[in-house]
C-alpha cells in the first residue's frame, strides 16, 4: 500500500480503552492519579474524550475525590457538559467501566495508539519535506527526519522518582557482589571507563564514570586535544591484558581539526613517531613499518570521528544517539565547547548566555545516553597576568560562563610550566600535570603526566624522559 493511502486512512485508536480511562478516573481517585502521570490530552483520539480528561484533570486538583455527581455538577457550572456528551454520556463511561483495576492497562494501550498517530503525522511531514525540501540539502532532511521520529521517544520518556527502598535494593546487591568476588581473589568490573593514566584515575575513582560532563579546560597549545585524543585512544584501544573484552566504542566530535589529521594524530602517537614526520610522510623505513603497524591495530579500533564545524547542540544529540544505537559508543570527546553553535530558533543573547545553553545540552547528552564526555574548553588570559610565577589555573579562568563550571561533573585543567618560559623551565620540559579542579564524586588534586610532544603523546608520568625532537 502507498504511503499516500496509508496517511488517508483512519488513524489507529481505541475508542473502548479512552472510555475506560475515563471511566476509572470517575470511580477512583487513585486512577485518576495514574492516568495523568501517563497519559496528556493529545492521547485521546475522540475529541469529547480529550476534553473530558482535560476538565478532569483540572477537577483533580481541585477535588480530592471525583465521581460522577461531582464532575456533572462541576462541567455544567463550567458549560462543558455538552462537550463531553451530556450527563448519559458520563453515565454510560461509569457504568461500562465497572472497575478502576485495570486502569495501567488502559492508559497503555492508549498511549501506544498516541504513538501510533506521531508516527504517522511525523512520516507525513517528512513526505512532505522531502517533497518540498525548501533548500535543504539531504543531510539536513536526514537531521530533520530523525529529530521528528526522536522528539516522539523524548516526549514519551517518563523519568519516575524511585523509592529509597529500591536504590538501596540495588547498591546492596552491587556491594555483596563486590565483596564477595574480592573475598574470592576475582576481578570486579567498574563501571568507570580508565583513561590509563594512573594517578589520575585514582583521583576520579578508577575513570570516567558514566553521565558525567567531564570538562578538560587549557589554554591554546597547552595539549587538550593531545591529551583528549590520547584517552579516546587508550579506551578504544586498551594496550592491556585481554583488551578486545575492555575496549569501548568512542566518538569524537572535532570542530577544528579535519578528520583526517585526527586520524594522523591517533597513529602518531600509537607508533611513537614524530608528528612532523607524520603530516609530511618523511619516515625512515623503521618509522613507516611502525607505522603500518600501528595502522593495523588501529583498523578495528572503534573510534569514529565527525568533524562537522559549528554543531548544534540538537545536531550533537541526534549523532551521538545514532552512534549509541548503532555502535554502542562509551564515551563522547567534543573539541571545543566555545566552536559549538547555539541551537536553531534560539534567542540570541550575549556569548556568555549562548555557552550556558551549550553547556546545559550537552551535560543533558552524557545523563540520557548514560556515557562520560569530555568536553575541551578554553581559559582566559586572567592566569597569565598574575605577579606570581605560578599560572596554575583555577576555575574562575573557565572561558566565557560560571555555567560550565556549574554544569561540570568534573574540571580537569591541563598545565605545563614550559608553556610560559621554555627556558626557565628547560628542566621540566616534557613534564605536565592534569589539574582535578571539581570532582563531584571523588577527590581534588594534581595528577602528573609525562608530555612526549612531537610525537603527540602523554603518558602517565615517569621521570628524566627526554621530549624528542622533530
Excluded at 86 to 109: F, Q
Excluded at 192 to 219: F, N, V
Excluded at 229 to 249: G, L, Q, S, W
Excluded at 416 to 428: G, L
Aim: glycine share 6%; net charge negative.
Amino acid at each position: 500500500m502507498s504511503i499516500e493511502k496509508i496517511l488517508e486512512r483512519v488513524p489507529p485508536h481505541n475508542a473502548e480503552a479512552e472510555a475506560a480511562v475515563l471511566g476509572s478516573m470517575m470511580i477512583d481517585s487513585r486512577a485518576t492519579a495514574i492516568a495523568i502521570e501517563e497519559l496528556d490530552a493529545q492521547d485521546f483520539y475522540v475529541g469529547r474524550h480529550a476534553t473530558l480528561f482535560t476538565e478532569l484533570k483540572k477537577l483533580f486538583n481541585r477535588v480530592e475525590n471525583l465521581d460522577e455527581v461531582i464532575v456533572r455538577n462541576e462541567l455544567k457550572k463550567a458549560g462543558k457538559l455538552d462537550d463531553v456528551g451530556g450527563p448519559d454520556a458520563l453515565a454510560r463511561l461509569v457504568n461500562d467501566t465497572g472497575s478502576a483495576a485495570s486502569v495501567e492497562s488502559y492508559c497503555k494501550i492508549v498511549r501506544e495508539f498516541a504513538i501510533q498517530r506521531e508516527l504517522i503525522s511525523a512520516a507525513g511531514r517528512i513526505l512532505m519535506c522531502t517533497q518540498d525540501p525548501e533548500g535543504r540539502d539531504t543531510h539536513e532532511l536526514v537531521d530533520h527526519a530523525e529529530k521528528l521520529v526522536y522528539d516522539i521517544s523524548d516526549n514519551r520518556t517518563h523519568n519516575d522518582a524511585a523509592s529509597m527502598t529500591d536504590i538501596l535494593s540495588v547498591i546492596g546487591q552491587q556491594a555483596e557482589a563486590a565483596y564477595l568476588a574480592r573475598q574470592e581473589g576475582k576481578e570486579i568490573e567498574s563501571p568507570a571507563l580508565p583513561t590509563r593514566y594512573d594517578d589520575l584515575d585514582r583521583l576520579m575513582s578508577g575513570g570516567l564514570w558514566p553521565g558525567e560532563l567531564i570538562i578538560l579546560a587549557g589554554r591554546p597549545s597547552m595539549g587538550k586535544t593531545t591529551f583528549a585524543i590520547n584517552i579516546a585512544r587508550n579506551v578504544a584501544c586498551p594496550m592491556v591484558p585481554d583488551f578486545e573484552r575492555r575496549r569501548r566504542p568512542v566518538a569524537i566530535f572535532s570542530l577544528e581539526m579535519p578528520k583526517e589529521q585526527v586520524a594522523k594524530n591517533i597513529v602518531c602517537a600509537q607508533a611513537q613517531v614524530s608528528g612532523y614526520k607524520m603530516r609530511n610522510y618523511s619516515f625512515s623505513e623503521d618509522e613507516y613499518n611502525e607505522v603500518v603497524a600501528a595502522s593495523r591495530v588501529l583498523q578495528t579500533a572503534p573510534i569514529h570521528i565527525d568533524d562537522t564545524s559549528g554543531i548544534t547542540v540538537e545536531q550533537l544529540r541526534a549523532r551521538c544517539r545514532r552512534l549509541k544505537h548503532r555502535h554502542h559508543i562509551g564515551l563522547v570527546v567534543v573539541d571545543y565547547l566555545q566552536l559549538m553553535s547555539p541551537s536553531a530558533g534560539s534567542k540570541r543573547g550575549n556569548r556568555q548566555e549562548e555557552v550556558s545553553e551549550i553547556s546545559r545540552g550537552l551535560k543533558g547528552i552524557a545523563r540520557e545516553l548514560n556515557v562520560p564526555m569530555i568536553v575541551l574548553s578554553q581559559l582566559n588570559r586572567s592566569m597569565e597576568k598574575r605577579d606570581n610565577d605560578d599560572k596554575r589555573p583555577a576555575l574562575s579562568d573557565l572561558r566565557d560562563s560560571g555555567a560550565i563550571e556549574q554544569d561540570a561533573d568534573v574540571v580537569i585543567m591541563l598545565y605545563r610550566e614550559e608553556y610560559y618560559d621554555i627556558e626557565k623551565n628547560k628542566e621540566n620540559i616534557n613534564h605536565g600535570e592534569a589539574l582535578v579542579q571539581k570532582n563531584r564524586n571523588g577527590g581534588v588534586g594534581s595528577a602528573k603526566l609525562t608530555f612526549i610532544k612531537d610525537q603527540l603523546r602523554f603518558e602517565s608520568y615517569f621521570p628524566d624522559q627526554p621530549s624528542g625532537g622533530t
